[in-house]
């Protein structure tokens, strides 16, 4: 009996090209399906790397140092009683202490020992001495000088007369005090040493006081500013040396508000004098407690020491402009320099994805992470970008 393709030879063409195309198509898959070692090697390796870049800016830098300082009256002062009030024998005692934030101006009682007034009065020469007639000396030139200043008629002869006399004598009446004399004589009056305090500049302001009322009227009683608020701090040393009196500064204030100012000081001439304490057996010497890294004391003044007023005695944070390119410049991120074996500074600018051009610069002020750039022996604009990296 014939097969089923037996009578027709079409079927079996049809038939083996079926079979062709499956057998192709199975081929085919399971060639996409198999990898030689070589070809699942190379679909493993990583992609070529691209480049980091960023813009080349135009901008202002500035290079600055923090400090931190404290709001406070400049100028301080000790204020510290020279000699012993009159008519007191044995301990002389602190009967009515300075009040700090007060004013003492010319004249002014500035405390009250053994119930005797210490005046204050302009003068640098200290008073070492009991004053009384016909004593003589600069020392007396001076009080002849600060009681004019008050109204009195006194000469300037640097004689203790009369008239001077009579000038101290009121001065004394006016506070609510009695003149010392001497024998029973009320002309003959005498001023004992610790009655007065000649200070180099006056109206000055109580800052501190460090005797109060029945304390013993000895050394150090308290400090004196002027009416100038500044900012007192101090920097590490080897920061310190990068700066210099009058570099730009910004004071940052408590309340967020930030207002210009300078550097007025530095070292010795910006250090505060902090008042004596006695030596005690509980007490480090000062070798033993600056154990720290050495520290530079440093002065601030705002260009409106009003505007620092109200923050007497509180912290602040202090911004010190220690160098500036004085205007917008070329900049690029310091980690998009690179020096070659020729020892010249160059920025690598990305031309096209892939590729670069080296541009030759040369570099200026460095600060926050950017550097100042000028090319030299290319050409390097706003925007191009620069090579800082790659991923």
């Not at 940052?252 to 530095?266: F, Y």
């Not at 407690?289 to 109200?310: E, K, V, W, Y």
């Amino acid at each position: 009996m014939p097969g089923p393709f037996a009578a027709n030879p079409k079927r079996v063409v049809l038939l083996i090209a079926v079979v062709a195309v499956v057998t192709g198509a199975g081929g085919w898959l399971v060639g996409t399906r198999v990898q030689s070692p070589a070809d699942a090697a190379a679909s493993h390796q990583p992609p070529p790397a691209s480049l980091v870049t960023v813009p080349v800016e135009r901008r202002t830098l500035k290079s600055t140092v923090v400090a931190q300082g404290t709001v406070a009256y400049g100028t301080p002062t000790p204020l510290q009683l020279t000699g012993t009030v009159g008519g007191v024998e044995g301990t002389q005692l602190i009967t009515k202490a300075p009040t700090v934030g007060s004013t003492i101006k010319q004249g002014d009682v500035a405390l009250e020992v053994s119930g005797r007034p210490v005046f204050v009065l302009t003068g640098f020469v200290p008073m070492y001495r009991k004053l009384g007639l016909d004593a003589k000396g600069d020392d007396v030139k001076q009080l002849q000088k600060a009681l004019r200043s008050l109204g009195y008629s006194t000469p300037t002869s640097g004689t203790f007369d009369a008239a001077t006399a009579a000038a101290m004598k009121c001065l004394y009446n006016k506070a609510g005090y009695d003149a010392q004399v001497e024998g029973d004589d009320p002309a003959k009056v005498t001023v004992p040493s610790g009655e007065i305090l000649f200070l180099p500049k006056l109206p000055l302001r109580i800052d501190s006081v460090t005797s109060k009322a029945g304390a013993a009227a000895t050394g150090q009683i308290g400090t004196v500013t002027d009416s100038n608020v500044v900012v007192q701090g101090t920097l590490p040393s080897v920061d310190a040396q990068l700066l210099h009196v009058g570099l730009g500064t910004t004071l940052h204030l408590p309340n967020g508000s930030e207002i210009p100012g300078k550097l007025d000081a530095l070292g010795n001439e910006a250090a505060v004098q902090q008042p004596q304490a006695p030596p005690s057996s509980g007490t480090a010497q000062p070798d033993q407690q600056n154990n720290g890294p050495a520290a530079t004391p440093l002065r601030f003044i705002a260009n409106d020491p009003q505007a620092l007023a109200p923050f007497s005695g509180q912290a602040i944070r202090i911004t010190v402009e220690v160098a500036t390119t004085g205007g917008d410049v070329l900049t690029v991120p310091v980690s998009a320099v690179v020096t070659n074996a020729d020892g010249k500074a160059r920025v690598r600018v990305e031309t096209a994805p892939g590729s670069t051009r080296d541009v030759q610069v040369k570099l200026g002020l460095t600060a926050t992470g950017a550097v100042q750039v000028t090319p030299e022996g290319g050409e390097l604009n706003v925007g191009d970008r620069v090579v800082v990296g790659t991923s």
